[in-house]
């Protein structure tokens, strides 16, 4: 591996081996997601919990001050909306690779939608990309969604989009967690897994509990937004995530630190 890849994924990958990557792409399909109306403002008090942030170029111009050192995950595919949700996994290429070095991203990612109608693109999609970013030395996280005929997030599912994103050349792959199962999914797979949280859930236990499970069954930490930054107190909740990726706590141990942060946070 070349030095420049090395490199960048020492930037990501921090040197216990795990990662807390706060994505607040969002937008680029679902518009003003609530809470991240203003980006800016809403990812600012998180920021020095986070190993890297992910976002689009137009979020990371008009959002991030460029003095920011905190790594750039630049997601590079797109071009799908909400209002033809029928049509989300039709994503195509949305930013180059030379406006990747231009902003100097540390990492670039892209979804692939196994399982869906446009799986041959996507993936063709991802492959295309890796073969330009590792001229680079820039390494590509694909972000596996899985199509509607998968939406079931069983293990044999989600390892079966891992994997083929690790064969076609991803550095990192995003997932979901499965309560049954997850081993297979990063066993499977033989780049670094991380989670993403999905739709927020009601109890902050619920978040704790996955990602120690997760972690326990190989992941190397998440890639996850509104379980952070939808709930009410969201330093508290960064933070407890932080101390069980990078401390080794228990869930116990997180909604312990959560609590007593939560009572000195504003609402
Ligand atoms: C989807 O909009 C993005 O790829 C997100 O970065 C990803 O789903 C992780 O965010 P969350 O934890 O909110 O699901």
Request: hydrophobic residues 40%; glycine residues 8%; charged residues 25%.
């Amino acid at each position: 591996m070349d030095w420049g890849m090395k490199n960048r994924l020492a930037q990501l990958i921090q040197r216990d081996g795990k990662v807390l990557f706060l994505p607040i792409d969002h937008g680029y399909f679902q518009g003003p997601t609530n809470k991240l109306e203003e980006p800016g403002k809403t990812v600012k008090p998180l920021l020095p919990y986070a190993d890297a942030i992910m976002l689009t170029r137009g979020i990371l111009r008009s959002s991030i001050d460029p003095e920011n050192t905190k790594p750039i995950i630049l997601r590079v595919s797109g071009g799908t909306s909400m209002a033809r949700k029928e049509e989300l996994s039709h994503e195509g290429i949305i930013t180059s690779v030379k406006e990747a070095i231009r902003l100097n991203a540390s990492a670039v990612s892209i979804s692939i939608f196994v399982g869906s109608e446009r799986e041959h693109e996507t993936l063709l999609n991802l492959s295309n990309l890796v073969n330009e970013c590792e001229e680079y030395g820039i390494p590509v996280m694909a972000v596996t969604a899985v199509g509607k005929e998968l939406e079931k997030r069983e293990a044999r599912y989600l390892a079966l989009a891992c994997r083929i994103a690790a064969e076609l050349g991803a550095r990192v792959v995003k997932t979901y967690y499965c309560k049954e199962g997850f081993e297979k999914v990063t066993r499977g797979c033989p780049v670094p897994v991380v989670m993403a949280g999905g739709p927020k859930v009601e109890s902050e236990l619920e978040v704790f509990e996955f990602i120690h499970d997760g972690i326990q069954k190989g992941a190397i930490g998440v890639n996850l937004g509104r379980n952070v930054w939808q709930h009410d107190y969201p330093v508290a909740m960064i933070r407890a995530i932080r101390s069980i990726i990078h401390e080794g706590a228990t869930p116990k141990e997180a909604q312990e630190l959560f609590d007593e942060i939560k009572s000195g946070e504003k609402k």
